[in-house]
């Protein structure tokens, strides 16, 4: 089922090229695009989409207030901001009201869609904290849980319990190209190459056991 998705975002070329890209990915379903503040404010309460994407800096109510408005109303919307304000105050801001990442608009395509992926499943993706928190993981524990998602935690235990692609879809509920589009990022995101490496990480980490 893939994950319904709103944007929220005041320039045209960059909307269109997003939602053209989004409509050739079967994680997501774009149920509504706004170029504002008060119009995407009417489409979250119509559709009550499973993420937002988010701009910052848009008309009439700026994505500060809208966000604080939809957290208000549901403390759990997965909100990702999109923006290319990427001061400290800005980022404080976005941490402060409660979104649950936001991503630089320089970033690559990839980038994003990967962010979006950990939203929508409930984990958290701030662009350098990520990439922070990948070079604790040797040493800091606690770090994979800041890096992967609960999904793909649990995707990457499965992986290295044995379990091939297909029974992994089906013990989630997922088709077999989400899982290996899950296992591609995972192995980018910690940076292994084989599955011998998943296994070894995933026992060091005690993801599973011996």
């Given amino acids: 089922m893939p994950y319904r998705t709103l944007l929220i975002e005041d320039q045209r070329l960059f909307r269109s090229l997003l939602v ?10 774009v149920v509504g695009q706004a170029s504002d503040g008060q119009e995407g404010w009417e489409l979250y309460q119509a559709h009550q989409p499973d993420l937002i994407l988010l701009d910052i800096v848009i008309p009439k109510i700026d994505g500060f207030e809208l966000g604080r408005r939809i ?6 919307a997965n909100i ?3 923006t290319s304000q990427m001061d400290s105050r800005t980022t404080h801001r976005i941490s402060e009201i409660g979104f649950k990442g936001y991503v630089e608009k320089e970033q690559p395509i990839e980038v ?3 962010a979006m992926l950990t939203v929508a499943e409930g984990g958290f993706y701030f662009t350098r904290l990520v990439r922070e928190n990948r070079y604790k993981l040797p040493t800091d ?3 994979v849980q800041k890096v992967l998602s609960p999904r793909e935690q649990a995707i990457l ?7 091939t ?4 879809a089906q013990d989630f509920d997922l088709s077999r190209r989400t899982v290996e589009n899950h296992r591609y ?18 026992l060091k980490h005690s993801l599973v056991s011996e």
């Fill in 185 to 202: 990022r995972i192995m980018k995101k910690l940076n292994l190459q084989t599955t011998s490496e998943i296994v070894k990480f995933a």
């Fill in 112 to 114: 994003l869609q990967d």
């Fill in 165 to 168: 692609s297909q029974i992994i």
């Fill in 20 to 29: 053209s890209h989004l409509t050739e990915q079967a994680d997501f379903e």
């Fill in 157 to 163: 235990a499965a992986v290295a319990s044995g379990k």
């Fill in 80 to 82: 990702l901001a999109i």
């Fill in 71 to 76: 957290l208000a109303t549901n403390g759990n």
């Fill in 141 to 143: 524990f606690a770090a």
